[in-house]
Protein backbone atom coordinates (compact mmCIF):
# COMPACT_ATOMS: atom_id res chain seq x y z
CA UNK A 1 0.00 0.00 0.00
CA UNK A 2 2.70 2.16 1.02
CA UNK A 3 4.80 1.30 -2.03
CA UNK A 4 1.59 2.22 -4.07
CA UNK A 5 1.26 5.71 -3.00
CA UNK A 6 4.82 5.80 -3.26
CA UNK A 7 4.47 5.45 -6.57
CA UNK A 8 2.13 7.06 -7.83
CA UNK A 9 2.62 10.41 -5.62
CA UNK A 10 6.40 10.28 -5.34
CA UNK A 11 6.18 13.27 -3.30
CA UNK A 12 3.98 12.53 -1.01
CA UNK A 13 5.32 10.87 1.98
CA UNK A 14 7.51 14.08 3.03
CA UNK A 15 4.56 16.52 2.17
CA UNK A 16 2.20 13.72 4.56
CA UNK A 17 2.21 15.81 7.47
CA UNK A 18 1.78 19.15 6.09
CA UNK A 19 -0.93 17.88 3.56
CA UNK A 20 -2.82 17.01 6.46
CA UNK A 21 -2.24 20.19 8.38
CA UNK A 22 -3.56 21.86 4.98
CA UNK A 23 -6.69 19.82 5.07
CA UNK A 24 -7.98 20.16 8.98
CA UNK A 25 -7.29 23.90 8.36
CA UNK A 26 -10.20 23.85 5.04
CA UNK A 27 -12.25 21.84 7.34
CA UNK A 28 -12.31 24.09 10.09
CA UNK A 29 -12.97 26.84 7.16
CA UNK A 30 -15.51 25.17 5.91
CA UNK A 31 -17.09 24.42 9.63
CA UNK A 32 -16.78 27.22 11.24
CA UNK A 33 -17.21 29.91 8.42
CA UNK A 34 -19.64 27.75 6.30
CA UNK A 35 -21.66 26.96 9.79
CA UNK A 36 -22.15 30.96 10.81
CA UNK A 37 -22.43 32.03 7.03
CA UNK A 38 -25.49 29.12 6.38
CA UNK A 39 -27.20 30.64 9.62
CA UNK A 40 -26.91 34.06 8.57
CA UNK A 41 -27.96 33.60 4.81
CA UNK A 42 -31.44 31.92 6.30
CA UNK A 43 -31.56 34.95 8.13
CA UNK A 44 -30.86 37.71 5.84
CA UNK A 45 -33.17 35.58 3.44
CA UNK A 46 -35.96 35.01 5.79
CA UNK A 47 -35.81 38.72 6.21
CA UNK A 48 -35.89 40.06 2.70
CA UNK A 49 -38.88 37.77 2.04
CA UNK A 50 -40.77 38.96 5.49
CA UNK A 51 -40.30 42.33 4.51
CA UNK A 52 -40.66 43.08 1.24
CA UNK A 53 -44.00 44.77 0.35
CA UNK A 54 -45.83 41.34 -0.38
CA UNK A 55 -44.17 39.47 2.98
CA UNK A 56 -45.79 39.30 5.98
CA UNK A 57 -44.37 41.86 7.86
CA UNK A 58 -43.60 44.66 5.58
CA UNK A 59 -41.03 47.16 6.67
CA UNK A 60 -39.24 48.93 3.53
CA UNK A 61 -36.39 50.51 5.24
CA UNK A 62 -35.27 46.89 6.30
CA UNK A 63 -36.04 45.42 3.44
CA UNK A 64 -33.96 47.96 0.99
CA UNK A 65 -30.54 48.14 3.55
CA UNK A 66 -30.54 44.28 3.29
CA UNK A 67 -31.48 44.23 -0.50
CA UNK A 68 -28.72 47.20 -1.07
CA UNK A 69 -26.08 45.57 0.72
CA UNK A 70 -26.46 42.04 -0.67
CA UNK A 71 -26.27 43.85 -4.09
CA UNK A 72 -22.80 45.81 -2.93
CA UNK A 73 -21.08 43.42 -1.76
CA UNK A 74 -21.73 40.37 -4.13
CA UNK A 75 -20.31 42.57 -6.60
CA UNK A 76 -16.83 42.79 -4.85
CA UNK A 77 -14.97 40.21 -6.27
CA UNK A 78 -13.97 37.61 -3.23
CA UNK A 79 -10.14 38.57 -4.07
CA UNK A 80 -10.63 42.29 -3.08
CA UNK A 81 -13.25 41.81 -0.53
CA UNK A 82 -10.82 39.63 1.45
CA UNK A 83 -8.34 42.85 1.41
CA UNK A 84 -11.28 45.25 2.14
CA UNK A 85 -12.48 43.26 4.98
CA UNK A 86 -9.26 42.78 6.74
CA UNK A 87 -9.61 46.14 9.30
CA UNK A 88 -13.25 44.61 10.09
CA UNK A 89 -11.33 40.83 10.79
CA UNK A 90 -9.27 42.61 12.99
CA UNK A 91 -12.34 44.00 15.00
CA UNK A 92 -14.38 41.17 15.10
CA UNK A 93 -11.70 38.25 15.61
CA UNK A 94 -8.60 40.11 16.30
CA UNK A 95 -6.75 39.50 13.49
CA UNK A 96 -6.94 40.10 9.45
CA UNK A 97 -4.74 37.06 8.57
CA UNK A 98 -4.22 33.66 9.42
CA UNK A 99 -6.82 30.99 9.48
CA UNK A 100 -8.83 33.12 12.09
CA UNK A 101 -8.93 36.29 9.66
CA UNK A 102 -10.22 33.87 6.57
CA UNK A 103 -13.56 34.15 8.44
CA UNK A 104 -15.00 37.27 8.16
CA UNK A 105 -14.02 37.05 4.40
CA UNK A 106 -15.64 33.88 4.10
CA UNK A 107 -18.40 34.46 5.42
CA UNK A 108 -19.01 38.33 3.57
CA UNK A 109 -17.91 36.31 0.10
CA UNK A 110 -20.66 33.58 0.90
CA UNK A 111 -23.63 35.47 2.93
CA UNK A 112 -25.07 37.40 0.01
CA UNK A 113 -25.08 34.81 -2.61
CA UNK A 114 -26.81 32.42 -0.30
CA UNK A 115 -29.27 34.93 1.06
CA UNK A 116 -30.13 35.29 -2.62
CA UNK A 117 -30.96 31.91 -3.00
CA UNK A 118 -32.74 31.23 0.09
CA UNK A 119 -35.13 34.25 -0.85
CA UNK A 120 -35.33 32.27 -3.98
CA UNK A 121 -36.64 29.59 -2.38
CA UNK A 122 -39.12 30.87 0.16
CA UNK A 123 -40.03 33.03 -2.29
CA UNK A 124 -41.42 29.95 -4.48
CA UNK A 125 -42.88 28.36 -1.80
CA UNK A 126 -47.16 28.35 -2.44
CA UNK A 127 -48.33 31.81 -0.68
CA UNK A 128 -51.59 29.29 -0.01
CA UNK A 129 -49.73 27.65 2.52
CA UNK A 130 -48.60 30.94 4.56
CA UNK A 131 -52.32 32.15 4.34
CA UNK A 132 -53.50 29.42 5.61
CA UNK A 133 -51.41 29.33 8.75
CA UNK A 134 -51.84 32.96 9.33
CA UNK A 135 -55.60 32.47 9.01
CA UNK A 136 -55.06 29.75 11.97
CA UNK A 137 -53.54 32.15 14.10
CA UNK A 138 -49.96 31.35 13.63
CA UNK A 139 -47.86 34.72 14.55
CA UNK A 140 -45.03 35.92 11.99
CA UNK A 141 -42.23 33.66 14.06
CA UNK A 142 -44.37 30.62 13.80
CA UNK A 143 -44.59 31.34 10.41
CA UNK A 144 -41.20 31.13 9.51
CA UNK A 145 -40.26 28.21 11.37
CA UNK A 146 -43.17 25.97 10.42
CA UNK A 147 -44.04 27.07 6.94
CA UNK A 148 -41.70 29.41 5.19
CA UNK A 149 -38.21 26.86 6.25
CA UNK A 150 -40.01 23.70 7.62
CA UNK A 151 -41.77 23.16 3.86
CA UNK A 152 -38.64 24.65 1.95
CA UNK A 153 -36.08 22.00 3.42
CA UNK A 154 -35.32 19.93 0.22
CA UNK A 155 -34.92 23.32 -1.62
CA UNK A 156 -32.99 24.96 1.01
CA UNK A 157 -30.78 21.59 0.95
CA UNK A 158 -30.50 22.06 -2.68
CA UNK A 159 -29.39 25.60 -2.69
CA UNK A 160 -26.73 25.05 0.48
CA UNK A 161 -25.38 21.97 -1.82
CA UNK A 162 -24.88 24.67 -4.75
CA UNK A 163 -23.63 27.42 -2.69
CA UNK A 164 -21.31 24.44 -0.66
CA UNK A 165 -19.19 24.13 -3.95
CA UNK A 166 -18.73 27.94 -4.69
CA UNK A 167 -17.85 28.08 -1.13
CA UNK A 168 -15.30 25.57 -1.17
CA UNK A 169 -13.82 27.67 -3.87
CA UNK A 170 -13.66 30.34 -2.09
CA UNK A 171 -11.99 28.74 1.18
CA UNK A 172 -8.96 27.91 -1.65
CA UNK A 173 -8.44 31.66 -2.48
CA UNK A 174 -8.49 32.86 0.96
CA UNK A 175 -5.53 30.88 1.58
CA UNK A 176 -4.07 33.97 -0.20
CA UNK A 177 -4.28 35.95 2.95
CA UNK A 178 -2.22 33.12 4.70
CA UNK A 179 -5.36 31.00 6.06
CA UNK A 180 -3.38 27.73 4.97
CA UNK A 181 -5.77 24.99 3.66
CA UNK A 182 -6.05 23.20 0.56
CA UNK A 183 -5.94 25.75 -1.94
CA UNK A 184 -2.33 27.33 -0.03
CA UNK A 185 -1.14 23.83 -0.51
CA UNK A 186 -1.87 23.22 -3.70
CA UNK A 187 -0.02 26.70 -4.70
CA UNK A 188 2.91 25.79 -2.87
CA UNK A 189 4.02 22.71 -4.07
CA UNK A 190 1.74 21.95 -7.10
CA UNK A 191 2.32 25.77 -8.67
CA UNK A 192 5.55 26.87 -7.27
CA UNK A 193 7.62 23.44 -6.83
CA UNK A 194 5.67 21.84 -9.64
CA UNK A 195 4.87 18.78 -8.15
CA UNK A 196 1.59 17.44 -10.09
CA UNK A 197 0.82 14.98 -7.98
CA UNK A 198 0.10 17.05 -5.33
CA UNK A 199 -2.27 18.72 -7.44
CA UNK A 200 -3.78 15.58 -8.42
CA UNK A 201 -3.83 14.77 -4.83
CA UNK A 202 -5.76 18.06 -4.17
CA UNK A 203 -8.11 17.95 -7.04
CA UNK A 204 -9.22 14.34 -5.69
CA UNK A 205 -9.77 15.28 -1.90
CA UNK A 206 -11.89 18.24 -2.77
CA UNK A 207 -13.97 15.93 -5.09
CA UNK A 208 -14.10 13.17 -2.48
CA UNK A 209 -15.65 15.82 0.06
CA UNK A 210 -17.53 17.79 -2.40
CA UNK A 211 -19.12 14.30 -3.22
CA UNK A 212 -19.79 13.28 0.42
CA UNK A 213 -21.95 16.17 1.39
CA UNK A 214 -23.74 16.12 -1.75
CA UNK A 215 -24.28 12.36 -1.32
CA UNK A 216 -25.96 13.67 2.35
CA UNK A 217 -28.13 16.42 0.74
CA UNK A 218 -29.50 14.19 -2.10
CA UNK A 219 -30.24 11.63 0.72
CA UNK A 220 -31.93 14.48 3.38
CA UNK A 221 -33.84 15.93 -0.03
CA UNK A 222 -35.37 12.24 -0.79
CA UNK A 223 -36.09 11.95 3.15
CA UNK A 224 -37.57 15.30 2.99
CA UNK A 225 -40.03 15.33 0.08
CA UNK A 226 -43.08 13.95 -0.38
CA UNK B 1 -72.58 36.73 14.99
CA UNK B 2 -70.76 37.98 12.68
CA UNK B 3 -71.29 41.32 11.82
CA UNK B 4 -69.70 43.62 8.84
CA UNK B 5 -70.40 47.23 9.32
CA UNK B 6 -68.99 48.93 6.21
CA UNK B 7 -66.98 47.65 5.08
CA UNK B 8 -64.75 49.02 1.93
CA UNK B 9 -61.53 47.83 1.07
CA UNK B 10 -59.07 49.45 -1.25
CA UNK B 11 -55.89 48.24 -2.46
CA UNK B 12 -53.66 50.75 -3.40
CA UNK B 13 -50.23 49.77 -5.38
CA UNK B 14 -48.52 52.52 -6.81
CA UNK B 15 -50.66 55.19 -8.68
CA UNK B 16 -53.50 52.82 -9.01
CA UNK B 17 -56.49 52.01 -6.63
CA UNK B 18 -58.74 49.19 -6.87
CA UNK B 19 -61.98 49.09 -4.86
CA UNK B 20 -62.19 45.85 -4.04
CA UNK B 21 -64.71 46.12 -1.66
CA UNK B 22 -67.43 49.15 -1.05
CA UNK B 23 -69.24 49.91 2.15
CA UNK B 24 -70.56 46.22 2.35
CA UNK B 25 -72.46 45.49 5.45
CA UNK B 26 -74.30 42.14 6.32
CA UNK B 27 -74.62 39.65 9.04
CA UNK B 28 -74.40 35.92 9.21
CA UNK B 29 -76.35 34.66 11.73
CA UNK B 30 -75.58 31.60 14.28
CA UNK B 31 -75.77 28.04 12.73
CA UNK B 32 -76.58 29.11 9.39
CA UNK B 33 -75.03 28.83 6.28
CA UNK B 34 -74.52 31.91 4.53
CA UNK B 35 -73.25 32.48 0.54
CA UNK B 36 -71.12 35.21 -1.03
CA UNK B 37 -71.52 34.85 -4.40
CA UNK B 38 -70.77 36.69 -7.54
CA UNK B 39 -68.46 37.07 -10.80
CA UNK B 40 -64.53 36.17 -10.61
CA UNK B 41 -63.33 39.78 -9.57
CA UNK B 42 -66.31 40.84 -7.63
CA UNK B 43 -64.21 41.17 -4.06
CA UNK B 44 -65.88 37.96 -2.75
CA UNK B 45 -62.15 36.64 -1.26
CA UNK B 46 -61.32 40.64 -0.08
CA UNK B 47 -64.83 40.61 1.59
CA UNK B 48 -64.35 36.94 3.10
CA UNK B 49 -60.74 37.81 4.33
CA UNK B 50 -61.59 41.43 6.23
CA UNK B 51 -63.61 38.88 8.08
CA UNK B 52 -60.90 36.99 9.89
CA UNK B 53 -58.56 40.16 8.90
CA UNK B 54 -56.00 38.97 7.12
CA UNK B 55 -57.13 41.56 5.41
CA UNK B 56 -57.60 45.20 7.30
CA UNK B 57 -60.56 47.01 6.22
CA UNK B 58 -59.32 50.32 4.67
CA UNK B 59 -62.87 51.69 6.62
CA UNK B 60 -65.67 49.93 8.84
CA UNK B 61 -65.59 47.17 11.39
CA UNK B 62 -66.03 43.71 12.26
CA UNK B 63 -67.98 42.51 15.15
CA UNK B 64 -67.92 38.41 15.97
CA UNK B 65 -70.66 37.97 18.70
CA UNK B 66 -69.94 41.17 20.83
CA UNK B 67 -65.76 41.94 20.05
CA UNK B 68 -64.77 44.61 17.79
CA UNK B 69 -62.65 42.24 15.43
CA UNK B 70 -60.87 45.67 13.63
CA UNK B 71 -60.38 46.72 17.13
CA UNK B 72 -57.56 44.29 18.65
CA UNK B 73 -54.00 44.18 18.02
CA UNK B 74 -52.46 41.48 15.90
CA UNK B 75 -51.54 39.12 19.01
CA UNK B 76 -55.21 39.07 20.39
CA UNK B 77 -56.82 38.51 16.86
CA UNK B 78 -53.93 35.82 16.16
CA UNK B 79 -56.34 34.23 19.34
CA UNK B 80 -59.62 34.82 17.92
CA UNK B 81 -58.73 33.12 14.45
CA UNK B 82 -57.96 30.35 16.26
CA UNK B 83 -61.93 30.15 16.52
CA UNK B 84 -62.28 30.85 13.07
CA UNK B 85 -61.43 27.72 10.53
CA UNK B 86 -61.06 28.42 7.03
CA UNK B 87 -60.96 26.13 3.95
CA UNK B 88 -59.38 27.37 0.42
CA UNK B 89 -59.87 26.49 -3.53
CA UNK B 90 -56.23 24.76 -3.53
CA UNK B 91 -56.59 23.49 -0.06
CA UNK B 92 -53.49 24.68 1.51
CA UNK B 93 -52.26 21.69 3.05
CA UNK B 94 -48.67 21.42 3.83
CA UNK B 95 -46.65 18.86 1.80
CA UNK B 96 -44.23 17.92 4.07
CA UNK B 97 -46.42 16.75 6.90
CA UNK B 98 -48.68 13.89 6.65
CA UNK B 99 -52.66 14.14 7.11
CA UNK B 100 -52.14 13.48 10.90
CA UNK B 101 -49.83 16.47 11.34
CA UNK B 102 -51.84 18.73 8.68
CA UNK B 103 -54.58 18.34 11.62
CA UNK B 104 -52.34 19.12 14.40
CA UNK B 105 -50.88 21.59 13.26
CA UNK B 106 -53.53 24.35 14.74
CA UNK B 107 -53.55 21.87 17.62
CA UNK B 108 -50.08 21.72 18.85
CA UNK B 109 -49.75 25.24 19.49
CA UNK B 110 -52.95 24.87 22.02
CA UNK B 111 -50.24 23.46 24.65
CA UNK B 112 -53.10 20.12 24.56
CA UNK B 113 -51.15 16.94 25.63
CA UNK B 114 -49.78 14.67 23.00
CA UNK B 115 -52.60 11.81 23.27
CA UNK B 116 -55.51 14.01 23.81
CA UNK B 117 -54.65 15.71 20.44
CA UNK B 118 -54.28 12.17 19.40
CA UNK B 119 -57.40 11.40 19.85
CA UNK B 120 -59.31 14.37 18.70
CA UNK B 121 -57.36 14.24 15.52
CA UNK B 122 -58.22 10.54 15.04
CA UNK B 123 -62.00 12.26 16.14
CA UNK B 124 -61.86 14.86 13.19
CA UNK B 125 -60.49 12.57 10.34
CA UNK B 126 -63.84 9.92 11.02
CA UNK B 127 -66.33 13.08 10.83
CA UNK B 128 -64.84 13.63 7.67
CA UNK B 129 -64.36 9.92 6.43
CA UNK B 130 -60.68 9.62 5.96
CA UNK B 131 -59.25 7.82 9.37
CA UNK B 132 -57.46 5.38 7.18
CA UNK B 133 -55.16 7.79 5.66
CA UNK B 134 -53.88 9.28 8.63
CA UNK B 135 -50.19 8.64 7.89
CA UNK B 136 -50.53 9.85 4.38
CA UNK B 137 -49.21 12.75 2.33
CA UNK B 138 -51.03 15.19 0.79
CA UNK B 139 -49.21 14.36 -2.25
CA UNK B 140 -51.40 10.64 -2.62
CA UNK B 141 -54.45 11.82 -1.91
CA UNK B 142 -57.40 13.13 -4.39
CA UNK B 143 -58.88 16.81 -4.52
CA UNK B 144 -61.39 16.27 -2.56
CA UNK B 145 -59.60 13.82 -0.26
CA UNK B 146 -57.16 16.70 0.52
CA UNK B 147 -60.12 19.55 0.83
CA UNK B 148 -61.34 16.64 3.58
CA UNK B 149 -58.52 16.96 5.41
CA UNK B 150 -58.60 20.67 5.50
CA UNK B 151 -61.87 20.96 6.65
CA UNK B 152 -60.65 18.79 9.50
CA UNK B 153 -57.52 20.90 9.49
CA UNK B 154 -60.55 24.32 10.27
CA UNK B 155 -62.29 22.51 12.36
CA UNK B 156 -59.40 21.04 14.94
CA UNK B 157 -59.41 24.08 17.45
CA UNK B 158 -63.34 23.33 17.49
CA UNK B 159 -64.29 27.06 15.46
CA UNK B 160 -67.58 28.92 16.04
CA UNK B 161 -66.98 29.55 12.50
CA UNK B 162 -65.93 28.15 8.95
CA UNK B 163 -64.75 30.74 6.27
CA UNK B 164 -64.88 28.55 2.90
CA UNK B 165 -63.07 30.38 -0.09
CA UNK B 166 -64.39 28.56 -3.32
CA UNK B 167 -63.81 25.70 -1.24
CA UNK B 168 -65.09 23.34 -4.15
CA UNK B 169 -64.12 25.33 -7.56
CA UNK B 170 -61.63 23.29 -8.26
CA UNK B 171 -63.07 20.06 -7.84
CA UNK B 172 -65.31 17.83 -9.98
CA UNK B 173 -69.11 17.94 -9.57
CA UNK B 174 -69.65 14.69 -8.15
CA UNK B 175 -67.19 15.36 -5.61
CA UNK B 176 -68.53 18.85 -4.92
CA UNK B 177 -71.41 17.22 -3.93
CA UNK B 178 -69.92 14.85 -1.59
CA UNK B 179 -68.19 18.05 -0.17
CA UNK B 180 -71.16 20.00 0.05
CA UNK B 181 -73.01 17.51 1.82
CA UNK B 182 -70.18 17.13 4.20
CA UNK B 183 -70.41 20.97 4.93
CA UNK B 184 -74.28 20.73 5.53
CA UNK B 185 -73.68 17.29 8.06
CA UNK B 186 -71.02 19.44 9.63
CA UNK B 187 -73.43 22.82 9.84
CA UNK B 188 -75.96 20.61 11.78
CA UNK B 189 -74.18 18.39 13.84
CA UNK B 190 -71.65 20.88 15.14
CA UNK B 191 -73.52 23.48 14.61
CA UNK B 192 -71.24 26.04 13.61
CA UNK B 193 -72.24 28.90 10.91
CA UNK B 194 -70.27 28.34 7.88
CA UNK B 195 -69.79 31.34 5.43
CA UNK B 196 -69.87 30.14 1.50
CA UNK B 197 -67.96 32.02 -1.14
CA UNK B 198 -68.48 30.87 -4.46
CA UNK B 199 -69.17 31.61 -7.97
CA UNK B 200 -71.05 28.82 -8.67
CA UNK B 201 -74.73 29.03 -8.15
CA UNK B 202 -75.29 25.18 -7.59
CA UNK B 203 -73.68 25.69 -4.62
CA UNK B 204 -75.59 28.41 -3.15
CA UNK B 205 -78.59 26.59 -3.81
CA UNK B 206 -77.78 23.50 -2.75
CA UNK B 207 -76.35 24.60 1.12
CA UNK B 208 -77.14 27.86 2.21
CA UNK B 209 -79.79 29.14 4.03
CA UNK B 210 -79.03 33.18 3.07
CA UNK B 211 -76.75 34.53 0.72
CA UNK B 212 -75.51 38.01 -0.66
CA UNK B 213 -74.85 38.76 -4.32
CA UNK B 214 -71.23 40.82 -4.79
CA UNK B 215 -71.09 42.86 -7.58
CA UNK B 216 -68.02 45.02 -8.34
CA UNK B 217 -67.37 45.41 -5.04
CA UNK B 218 -70.79 45.89 -3.73
CA UNK B 219 -73.40 43.79 -2.23
CA UNK B 220 -76.11 44.54 -4.66
CA UNK B 221 -78.65 42.19 -2.59
CA UNK B 222 -79.08 40.16 -0.13
CA UNK B 223 -82.04 37.67 1.63
CA UNK B 224 -82.88 33.84 1.71
CA UNK B 225 -81.90 31.95 -1.17
CA UNK B 226 -85.44 31.30 -1.92
CA UNK B 227 -86.41 34.77 -2.52
CA UNK B 228 -82.75 35.49 -3.81
CA UNK B 229 -83.92 32.83 -6.72
CA UNK B 230 -87.98 33.49 -7.09
CA UNK B 231 -87.66 37.10 -6.89
CA UNK B 232 -85.09 38.35 -7.41
CA UNK B 233 -85.46 42.73 -7.06
CA UNK B 234 -81.77 44.24 -8.04
CA UNK B 235 -81.24 44.71 -12.03
CA UNK B 236 -77.75 42.96 -11.33
CA UNK B 237 -78.99 40.11 -9.51
CA UNK B 238 -80.96 39.13 -11.63
CA UNK B 239 -78.73 39.54 -14.47
CA UNK B 240 -75.99 37.17 -12.31
CA UNK B 241 -78.52 34.97 -12.10
CA UNK B 242 -79.73 34.54 -15.79
CA UNK B 243 -75.82 34.75 -16.68
CA UNK B 244 -75.16 31.64 -14.72
CA UNK B 245 -78.14 29.98 -15.29
CA UNK B 246 -79.38 27.93 -18.79
CA UNK B 247 -81.86 31.06 -18.68
CA UNK B 248 -78.92 32.80 -19.98
CA UNK B 249 -78.28 30.97 -22.41
CA UNK B 250 -81.99 30.72 -24.10
CA UNK B 251 -82.08 34.71 -23.42
CA UNK B 252 -79.17 34.60 -26.21
CA UNK B 253 -81.42 33.26 -29.07
CA UNK B 254 -83.79 36.22 -29.11
CA UNK B 255 -81.55 37.82 -31.38
CA UNK B 256 -80.90 35.06 -33.45
CA UNK B 257 -82.44 34.79 -36.86
CA UNK B 258 -84.99 31.57 -37.38
CA UNK B 259 -84.67 30.86 -33.35
CA UNK B 260 -87.93 29.75 -31.62
CA UNK B 261 -88.00 33.16 -30.32
CA UNK B 262 -87.77 34.89 -33.38
CA UNK B 263 -91.38 35.66 -33.92
CA UNK B 264 -93.05 38.54 -36.66
CA UNK B 265 -96.41 37.89 -35.89
CA UNK B 266 -97.31 40.17 -33.51
CA UNK B 267 -97.45 37.32 -30.30
CA UNK B 268 -95.49 37.79 -27.28
CA UNK B 269 -93.06 35.91 -24.99
CA UNK B 270 -93.43 35.55 -21.59
CA UNK B 271 -91.55 34.34 -18.83
CA UNK B 272 -93.20 33.00 -15.70
CA UNK B 273 -91.76 32.12 -12.50
CA UNK B 274 -93.76 30.10 -10.16
CA UNK B 275 -92.98 29.25 -6.72
CA UNK B 276 -94.33 26.51 -4.23
CA UNK B 277 -96.81 23.32 -5.78
CA UNK B 278 -98.54 25.42 -8.65
CA UNK B 279 -96.66 23.15 -11.93
CA UNK B 280 -96.46 24.74 -15.38
CA UNK B 281 -98.04 22.88 -17.56
CA UNK B 282 -101.61 22.33 -15.64
CA UNK B 283 -101.13 26.15 -15.31
CA UNK B 284 -100.89 26.06 -19.34
CA UNK B 285 -103.51 23.39 -19.55
CA UNK B 286 -106.15 25.49 -18.07
CA UNK B 287 -105.49 28.71 -19.75
CA UNK B 288 -106.37 27.00 -22.92
CA UNK B 289 -109.44 25.52 -21.16
CA UNK B 290 -110.74 28.72 -19.87
CA UNK B 291 -109.39 31.10 -22.28
CA UNK B 292 -108.64 28.97 -25.73
CA UNK B 293 -104.83 31.13 -25.50
CA UNK B 294 -102.25 28.50 -26.70
CA UNK B 295 -99.03 28.22 -24.70
CA UNK B 296 -95.70 27.36 -26.84
CA UNK B 297 -92.94 26.28 -24.81
CA UNK B 298 -89.79 27.57 -25.34
CA UNK B 299 -87.90 27.35 -22.30
CA UNK B 300 -88.84 25.72 -19.18
CA UNK B 301 -86.81 24.62 -15.99
CA UNK B 302 -87.11 23.87 -12.51
CA UNK B 303 -84.97 24.28 -9.86
CA UNK B 304 -85.25 22.80 -5.90
CA UNK B 305 -83.44 25.20 -3.47
CA UNK B 306 -82.95 23.32 -0.37
CA UNK B 307 -86.01 21.13 -1.18
CA UNK B 308 -88.39 23.53 -2.76
CA UNK B 309 -89.02 23.49 -6.17
CA UNK B 310 -88.63 26.53 -8.42
CA UNK B 311 -90.39 26.62 -11.84
CA UNK B 312 -88.93 29.06 -14.97
CA UNK B 313 -91.22 29.12 -18.09
CA UNK B 314 -90.67 31.19 -21.37
CA UNK B 315 -94.10 30.52 -23.50
CA UNK B 316 -94.86 32.23 -26.56
CA UNK B 317 -99.45 32.48 -25.79
CA UNK B 318 -101.09 32.86 -29.15
CA UNK B 319 -104.84 33.79 -29.38
CA UNK B 320 -107.01 36.41 -29.24
CA UNK B 321 -105.56 39.51 -28.29
CA UNK B 322 -108.65 39.79 -25.48
CA UNK B 323 -107.87 36.47 -24.21
CA UNK B 324 -104.41 36.38 -23.55
CA UNK B 325 -104.36 39.80 -21.87
CA UNK B 326 -107.33 37.86 -19.53
CA UNK B 327 -105.38 34.72 -19.62
CA UNK B 328 -102.04 36.89 -18.72
CA UNK B 329 -104.06 38.42 -15.47
CA UNK B 330 -105.36 34.86 -14.36
CA UNK B 331 -101.80 33.58 -14.03
CA UNK B 332 -100.38 36.71 -12.26
CA UNK B 333 -103.81 36.13 -10.13
CA UNK B 334 -102.44 32.41 -9.39
CA UNK B 335 -99.03 34.12 -7.74
CA UNK B 336 -96.56 33.51 -10.72
CA UNK B 337 -94.66 36.18 -11.24
CA UNK B 338 -94.96 37.40 -14.86
CA UNK B 339 -92.51 39.36 -17.25
CA UNK B 340 -92.97 39.97 -20.82
CA UNK B 341 -89.92 39.46 -22.91
CA UNK B 342 -90.88 40.17 -25.94
N1 LIG C 1 -53.69 42.25 -2.59
C1 LIG C 1 -54.31 42.89 -3.61
N2 LIG C 1 -53.75 43.97 -4.19
C2 LIG C 1 -54.35 44.63 -5.19
N3 LIG C 1 -55.54 44.29 -5.70
C3 LIG C 1 -56.17 43.23 -5.19
C4 LIG C 1 -55.59 42.46 -4.11
N4 LIG C 1 -56.44 41.45 -3.79
C5 LIG C 1 -57.49 41.58 -4.63
N5 LIG C 1 -57.34 42.64 -5.47
C6 LIG C 1 -58.31 43.10 -6.47
O1 LIG C 1 -59.56 43.23 -5.86
C7 LIG C 1 -60.58 42.80 -6.72
C8 LIG C 1 -61.40 41.73 -6.05
O2 LIG C 1 -60.64 40.56 -5.93
P1 LIG C 1 -61.17 39.27 -5.17
O3 LIG C 1 -61.62 39.65 -3.82
O4 LIG C 1 -60.10 38.24 -5.24
O5 LIG C 1 -62.41 38.83 -6.05
P2 LIG C 1 -63.17 37.42 -6.14
O6 LIG C 1 -62.72 36.58 -5.00
O7 LIG C 1 -64.60 37.77 -6.09
O8 LIG C 1 -62.79 36.83 -7.44
C9 LIG C 1 -59.90 42.34 -8.00
O9 LIG C 1 -59.99 43.37 -8.94
C10 LIG C 1 -58.49 42.10 -7.58
O10 LIG C 1 -57.61 42.33 -8.65
MG1 LIG D 1 -61.80 34.69 -5.00
Given at each position: MTDFINTIMPNFEPLKGEFWECFVQTLIMIGVSGTIAWFLGVALGVTLVLTRKTGITPHPLIFTCCDRSIDVIRSVPFI???????????????????????????????????????????????????????????????????????????????????TFVSFVGITAIAGAIGAGGLGDFAIRYGYQMGYRDMIWLTVAVILIMISIFQFFGNLLIKKTTH | MIRLDHITKTFTDGRRTVHAVKDVSLEVRDGEI?????????????????????????????????????????????????????????????????????????????GMPKDQRREKIMELLEMVGLSDKSQAY???????????????????????????????????????????????????????????ITHQMSVVKAICDRAAVMEQGRVTECGSVYDLF??????????????????????????????????????????????????????????????????????????????RPLGKLAVNLRGDPADVEKAVQYIKDQGVKTEMLK
Open positions: ILMVLLIPLSRLIVGTGSGLAGSFVALVFGTVPFFARQIEQVLSDLDPGLVEAAQAMGFSPREIVFSVYLKESIPAITRVTMI | FGIIGFSGAGKSTLVRCINLLERPTAGKVFLDDTELTALDDAALRKVRQGMGMIFQHFNLMPSRTVFENVDLPLKRTPSELSGGQKQRVAIARALSCDPKVLLCDEATSALDPQTTQQILKLLKELNAKLKISIVVADPRDESTRHFLEMASNVGSFLETFDVPGSLADLHDGTHIWFLVYTGESTGEALMSRIYQLFKVEANILYGDIDYIKG
